[in-house]
């Protein structure tokens, strides 16, 4: 069996879920898209490497309405469980939705922190 990345296999779902109007990347655009999601891991430890409790952080981003950027933001928090369908994917936890505008590149922006594990 390959080991997962659980980065890549929230990134991969939220692309699949979301389509081309969000894209979802590792990575800021290098263009300036009016709307993005960024994914990062931000911890969490692995268990005897069978079990990688992640802690994922997943980004919107929307350049001209927060209101657009927190109902993106709730829609994919209601819809974490579904990572669960995901092969090895054996938890998927909302632990907080947070708006923290990026007042530097001047876009609105809802943060939403998870807990990802799967069986490695």
């Known amino acids: 069996m390959d ?3 659980i980065e890549v296999e929230v990134i991969n779902w939220l692309n699949t879920k979301l ?3 969000w894209p979802v990347s590792g ?3 290098k263009d300036n898209q009016a709307q ?3 994914v990062d891991r931000t911890g969490g430890p692995r268990e005897a490497m069978v079990l990688d409790q992640a802690e994922i952080l997943i980004e919107v981003y929307h350049k001209t309405s927060r209101l657009t950027a927190s109902d993106k933001a709730q ?3 209601d819809a974490i469980t579904e990572l669960l369908l995901v092969e ?3 938890r998927a936890k909302v632990n907080s939705i947070v708006k923290l505008d990026d ?3 001047q876009y609105y922006r809802y943060q939403i922190y998870c807990d990802v594990f799967g069986r490695r």
């Open 3 to 5: 080991k997962i990345n």
């Open 36 to 38: 993005y999601v960024l």
């Open 27 to 29: 990575d800021k655009p």
């Open 103 to 105: 007042n530097i590149a």
């Open 88 to 90: 090895n994917i054996t």
């Open 19 to 21: 389509g081309v109007a």
């Open 75 to 77: 829609e994919i928090g």
